[in-house]
């Protein structure tokens, strides 16, 4: 199972989720689910997806994270 850890470049420091085990995009809506099951919702855009190395990059509005 391959899991991805997304980051919102704006701030590249902090994690938006880890252990994302699905990602939905609808419009400008990006929705992750971990492999707990937790959804986390947030408005932007994926840059990037390195499925082989497990890292999503995604940006935000800054007001969003």
């Given amino acids: 199972m391959c899991l991805s ?6 701030q ?3 994690v938006v989720l880890d252990f994302v ?3 939905e995009v609808n ?3 990006i929705t992750m689910t971990d ?5 986390k919702t947030v408005e932007g855009s994926i840059i990037k ?7 999503v990059e995604i940006i935000c509005p800054e007001s969003t994270n």
Avoid at 5 to 10: L, P, S
Avoid at 49 to 55: E, I, P, Q, V
């Fill in 49 to 55: 997806a390195d499925l082989t190395g497990g890292r």
């Fill in 21 to 23: 085990s699905k990602i």
């Fill in 5 to 10: 850890k997304v980051i919102n470049i704006n």
């Fill in 35 to 39: 492999v707990m099951g937790e959804r």
């Fill in 27 to 29: 419009g400008n809506l």
């Fill in 12 to 14: 590249p420091d902090s």
